[in-house]
């Protein structure tokens, strides 16, 4: 495979993953819709062009790792995309539904395009750092093979789970289980602080039992002290959340749990906390919690969320 590989989308998880790259050997081509986010990477060796095209031109693989539908869709297949740049494989590490992912992957087979790998990722930004992500992928055979050596770069473990979307399916109950532990953690929070116990010092009391979890070491300093740094907003998370919705829909499951975690996130949003840090949930449960709530920008991409600050 060419030493030479392109990768769109620069953000929190994107960063460190291109660095992963760069510090294996290869050549990275980098785009992001934010230029200033591409061009920290040139320090790093990195070659930033001003387009999905030209990041993708004769590399034999490009990597996505977006925020939604409609910034892949547009990637790829708007104008100066990914569509138009030769070479042989796609990897999405977006969070992104399995049924856009089945059409994005049709649409770019039927243009003579790469062959799709859908490969959300899990681990954090410091396992993406560290190269410990788990990565689930979907995809052909031939397809996850080619790409894994790459990948490899900053993932500890490369499972093929299915075809095309299946990668995403996992996702979305990895996402199951995360979102509707960090809901209950909220809850747990806001419980305690009204019932009289500092709540800050609930991961403390409960290490080392069965409710204990990096999300719980993680989520409860974050919900009841300041924030040290991002790890995603309350919409992104949402989105994932529906997309989980529509996937019991689509596959006949009722999933009630997953109904009121829903219910929690859009509350959420309807307070304004769509680009709030995912730690205000608390606030839905907690709502004369002191202090204004911390806001991030746009491009902060909730993979950062998947097991936060640990490797897989």
Same mark, same amino acid.
């Given at each position: 495979?060419?030493?030479?590989?392109?990768?769109?989308?620069?953000?929190?998880?994107?960063?460190?993953?291109?660095?992963?790259?760069?510090?294996?050997?290869?050549?990275?081509?980098?785009?992001? &819709?934010? $230029?200033?986010?591409?061009?920290?990477?040139?320090?790093?060796?990195?070659? !930033?062009? %001003? #387009? $999905?095209?030209?990041?993708?031109?004769?590399?034999?693989?490009? *990597?996505?790792?977006?925020?939604?539908?409609?910034?892949?869709?547009?990637?790829? *297949?708007?104008?100066?995309?990914?569509?138009?740049?030769? /070479?042989?494989?796609?990897?999405?590490?977006?969070?992104?539904?399995?049924?856009?992912?089945?059409? *994005?992957?049709?649409?770019?087979?039927?243009?003579?395009?790469?062959?799709?790998? %859908?490969?959300?990722?899990?681990?954090?930004?410091?396992?993406?750092?560290?190269?410990?992500?788990?990565?689930?992928?979907?995809?052909?055979?031939?397809?996850? &093979?080619?790409?894994?050596?790459?990948?490899?770069?900053?993932?500890?473990?490369?499972?093929?789970?299915?075809?095309?979307?299946?990668?995403?399916?996992?996702?979305?109950?990895?996402?199951?289980?995360?979102?509707?532990?960090?809901?209950?953690? =909220?809850?747990? !929070?806001?419980?305690?602080?009204?019932?009289?116990?500092?709540? #800050?010092?609930?991961?403390?009391?409960?290490?080392?039992?069965?409710? %204990? #979890?990096?999300?719980?070491?993680?989520?409860?300093?974050?919900?009841?002290?300041?924030? %040290?740094?991002?790890?995603?907003?309350?919409?992104?998370?949402?989105?994932?959340?529906?997309?989980?919705?529509?996937?019991?829909?689509?596959?006949?499951?009722?999933?009630?749990?997953?109904? =009121?975690?829903?219910?929690?996130? &859009?509350?959420?949003?309807?307070? /304004?906390?769509?680009?709030?840090?995912?730690?205000?949930?608390?606030?839905?449960?907690?709502?004369?919690?002191?202090?204004?709530?911390?806001?991030?920008?746009?491009?902060?991409?909730?993979?950062?969320?998947?097991? $936060?600050?640990?490797?897989?």
């Amino acid at each position: 495979m060419s030493g030479v590989v392109g990768f769109c989308g620069t953000g929190l998880m994107g960063a460190p993953m291109v660095r992963r790259l760069l510090a294996a050997g290869y050549r990275v081509r980098v785009w992001n &819709r934010s $230029p200033e986010k591409a061009q920290a990477l040139a320090a790093d060796g990195a070659i !930033v062009v %001003d #387009s $999905p095209q030209a990041a993708a031109q004769n590399a034999a693989a490009v *990597f996505l790792c977006l925020t939604d539908e409609a910034a892949v869709e547009t990637t790829v *297949f708007g104008d100066k995309g990914i569509q138009n740049g030769s /070479g042989s494989w796609l990897v999405d590490h977006s969070s992104i539904s399995p049924a856009a992912t089945r059409v *994005f992957a049709t649409r770019l087979a039927k243009r003579g395009g790469r062959l799709w790998v %859908d490969a959300p990722v899990s681990g954090g930004v410091a396992g993406a750092s560290a190269g410990t992500l788990s990565i689930m992928a979907g995809g052909s055979e031939q397809a996850v &093979r080619a790409t894994t050596a790459l990948m490899q770069a900053y993932a500890g473990r490369i499972t093929h789970v299915g075809e095309t979307g299946a990668g995403q399916i996992a996702k979305l109950c990895n996402q199951t289980i995360v979102a509707s532990t960090i809901n209950a953690i =909220a809850e747990a !929070v806001a419980l305690a602080q009204k019932s009289g116990v500092n709540a #800050s010092i609930l991961n403390t009391a409960l290490a080392g039992g069965w409710a %204990d #979890s990096v999300l719980l070491q993680t989520f409860v300093p974050r919900m009841t002290g300041p924030i %040290d740094r991002p790890m995603g907003t309350v919409s992104t998370m949402l989105k994932d959340v529906e997309n989980i919705a529509s996937l019991a829909t689509e596959s006949g499951v009722s999933l009630r749990g997953l109904d =009121a975690v829903l219910a929690s996130f &859009r509350e959420a949003a309807n307070q /304004g906390l769509g680009s709030a840090d995912l730690s205000e949930i608390v606030r839905v449960a907690w709502p004369d919690k002191t202090g204004a709530s911390t806001q991030l920008d746009d491009s902060t991409h909730l993979n950062a969320t998947n097991n $936060p600050g640990a490797t897989p």
